[in-house]
């Protein structure tokens, strides 16, 4: 069955998808070591704090266009009806721009309390504003990306990726060895332009793409397909909403309770362990069209073979990696200069159990946007609560430690949740 599933296409786009993931690694790491070792553990960290704010703001107020566009336009493809497949993609930029702008002039109207609360430095809201315009083109790659994933064009995707790491790393590189800057404001300024570049390039790919096929359609307003996506988006709005709560909240915990030295440390830690999320990352993109297809046809044995079959592949890699980076670990602090703790090895092991239980979790999106929307609300939710209290509560008590902790617990209980729906989802149809 899953030799079925895995045919020749989905193979290669998994392979360039690795490819990928190798290689943002590659510049990840990179940018680790040149951020840290010329720019400073604390700037890391300081800048670890902005991306979580904006993180935020982004859950608060993203439409996730990526998601709808790919629900309905796969479907609305599916069933040739291409006048509306057009009229998704314009529902999908209109929400793209108006929510893009929006979250611009909150981050602006916040920018002092945030540098003032989290940075503990007034100075710093300049670098959150411009910050700001970084996630403001990641909304406008909203309908892009969705339109690429119906389409399962997954090397445009990859490539934009690519794209967007070389040149953080490259700028960095011109920023340190050529203009000698050392600032914050520098590094935020390199990935501005990195964001920009790739935003441009992905624009360009969907009109080559998108002008070839649907020049000659008309788009026709259709109010029920308008009625049906909105109550689809008002669902997915509301989960990611929810997630502001919870998402991005564990650097400004640290932030406020401790500094963002400990911020980059904790950075760093997950930095390490990243390519645990790179091994499960592919799957959910390449999944996701698949998944849509088999429950249009009512098809929920392949849906169960093959959610199985890859979380225990993302399981086995995940624990070996996860290994082998413990005893690396006191060198990759060596490499960039900083002196490296005992203590270090203990954060390291819970940061690990996280990450290995966030990466079973790869298909929940997918599975939730297919069958049940309500399910992601219903977790963020839960995630949200959680975090504001128990996590809080623990961070202040505990410090660094007692937030990892409620963090694994909370997400121990959602990853059963998941199981539990999904498994009902399959058992439902089995046994009826």
Do not use: C
């Not at 009806?81 to 529902?91: H, S, T």
Request: charged share 15%; proline share 1%.
């Amino acid at each position: 069955m899953i030799k079925k599933i895995l045919n020749s296409k989905f193979k290669k786009d998994l392979s360039f998808s690795y490819i990928t993931q190798a290689i943002t690694v590659s510049f990840g790491f990179i940018q680790l070591f040149l951020i840290n070792r010329y720019f400073g553990v604390e700037t890391y960290g300081q800048l670890a704090i902005i991306i979580s704010t904006a993180g935020i703001f982004s859950s608060l107020l993203t439409a996730r266009s990526s998601e709808a566009v790919t629900r309905f336009f796969k479907r609305e493809e599916l069933s040739k009806n291409f006048e509306n497949a057009k009229f998704v993609l314009l529902i999908g930029f209109t929400i793209d721009l108006i929510t893009a702008i929006l979250l611009v002039m909150l981050i602006y109207l916040l920018s002092n309390f945030i540098a003032m609360t989290f940075l503990k430095d007034l100075n710093l809201s300049d670098e959150i504003i411009i910050y700001s315009f970084i996630t403001f083109f990641l909304f406008l790659r909203g309908t892009l990306i969705g339109y690429f994933q119906s389409k399962e064009m997954f090397m445009k995707i990859n490539i934009i990726t690519i794209i967007e790491s070389f040149f953080k790393v490259f700028g960095l590189l011109i920023a340190i060895y050529f203009f000698k800057f050392n600032s914050l404001e520098a590094v935020i300024y390199v990935f501005f332009l990195a964001s920009l570049v790739s935003f441009l390039f992905a624009l360009f790919s969907f009109l080559k793409s998108y002008l070839n096929e649907y020049l000659t359609i008309n788009i026709i307003i259709n109010t029920n397909l308008l009625q049906e996506y909105w109550s689809f988006n008002i669902k997915t709005f509301f989960s990611s909403s929810l997630k502001a709560g919870n998402q991005n909240i564990d650097n400004l915990i640290i932030g406020y309770f401790l500094n963002a030295e400990v911020v980059g440390i904790y950075q760093i830690l997950k930095k390490v362990l990243s390519p645990i999320m790179i091994v499960a990352t592919p799957f959910s993109m390449l999944v996701y069209p698949k998944l849509i297809n088999y429950f249009e046809k009512n098809q929920k044995d392949k849906f169960k073979h093959i959610i199985v079959k890859i979380s225990a592949y993302i399981l086995m890699i995940s624990m070996t990696y996860g290994f082998m980076s413990y005893v690396f670990l006191s060198d990759i602090f060596q490499l960039m200069n900083i002196e490296f703790d005992e203590i270090y090895s203990n954060y390291f092991l819970l940061v690990a159990i996280l990450y290995i239980l966030t990466s079973q979790m790869w298909w929940v999106r997918a599975f939730s946007n297919t069958v049940n929307p309500n399910y992601s609300i219903y977790m963020n939710l839960f995630a949200t609560i959680f975090q504001l209290t128990i996590t809080i509560l623990l961070s202040k008590y505990f410090g660094f430690i007692g937030m990892l902790i409620s963090i694994i617990v909370m997400n121990i209980i959602i990853l059963n949740f998941w199981f539990r729906k999904g498994y009902k989802y399959v058992y439902t149809y089995i046994h009826t």
